[in-house]
């Protein structure tokens, strides 16, 4: 029995990275009649015929899971949105914020291509807005290296994920740490005459003996449709620590009297765009309880 980690996984076939290396394995019967498929991240206990084949045995009890692409053991989500092409899209953000909140990841944000920003004046306050709500935003720039030594150090010991709408320079900031990796990035891909991700896999890379990195290129949108009215409140983590409200943990922040994240919105000390963004994600999930 060798223990290891699924690094990949294509049509029935996953690749366990092991001590010894890379072995493709089955997984074994009984574990589809446990209700238990396994995807990539994973760790697993396998058992090998000959050096090349192996059947995944048992697969250990997962921290955490993604959806659509499903990886398992993430920890860390480096959320990343550009300054400028695209323009930043906050709403979208606190989204993507509250998807990796849920899924209990490591947040830090990555606010890219800083370099299009010539007074610096809209990074400041996307920087301050979010800071002040309590998650660590590091402003990036592939054209002139800002910050790309931190993003490195935030990756060590953890397996970590890019999440971010399409263009926003997800791929180019890996590649100028991980030149190795060498990911398609949206200029290579029309060179090629062809659309971005099309062929690619979920994949793990192992960056150094701790840090490990989930190319997911499905990671850029999601479904808010699993989280419910009472509890996406627990996402927005600056609605925390005020205090208690009239209705105390019913309360959901909307119509209620004496509510301390109205009052907090009111004297200032929650940012007013995070909280009409609560509103609007909390609407969302009404009409999609009641019609969906
Ligand atoms: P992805 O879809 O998020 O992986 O984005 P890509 O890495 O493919 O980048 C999209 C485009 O943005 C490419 O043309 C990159 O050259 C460009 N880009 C990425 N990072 C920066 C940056 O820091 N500054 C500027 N000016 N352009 C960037
Ligand atoms: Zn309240």
Known sequence: MIKGKIIKAISGFFYVECDSGIIECKARGILRKKNVTPIIGDNVIISTTD???????????????????????????????????????????????????KMGLDIVILLSKVDLDENLEKTKSIVDEYSKVGYKVIPVSIVTGQNMDKVKQEMKGCTSVFAGQSGVGKSSIINSIVPALNLETSEISHKL?????????????????????????GFSS?????????????????????????????CIHKNEPDCVVKEAVENGEISKRRYESYLQILEEIKSYNSFG
């Open 51 to 101: 050096s090349n084949c192996g059947i995944i045995e048992e697969v250990m009890l997962r921290k955490t899971e993604l959806v659509r692409p499903s990886v398992a053991n993430i920890d860390k989500v480096f959320i990343t949105f550009a300054i400028k092409e695209p323009n930043p899209n906050l709403s979208l953000l606190d989204r993507f914020i509250v998807f990796s909140e």
């Open 222 to 250: 999601f479904e808010i449709n699993d989280v419910d009215e009472d509890e996406l409140k627990h996402y927005f983590i600056e609605f925390s620590g005020l205090g208690e409200c009239r209705f105390g943990n019913k």
């Open 193 to 217: 005459g062809r659309g971005k991700h099309t062929t690619r896999h979920a994949q793990l890379f192992k960056i150094d003996e701790d840090t490990i990195f989930a190319d997911t290129p």
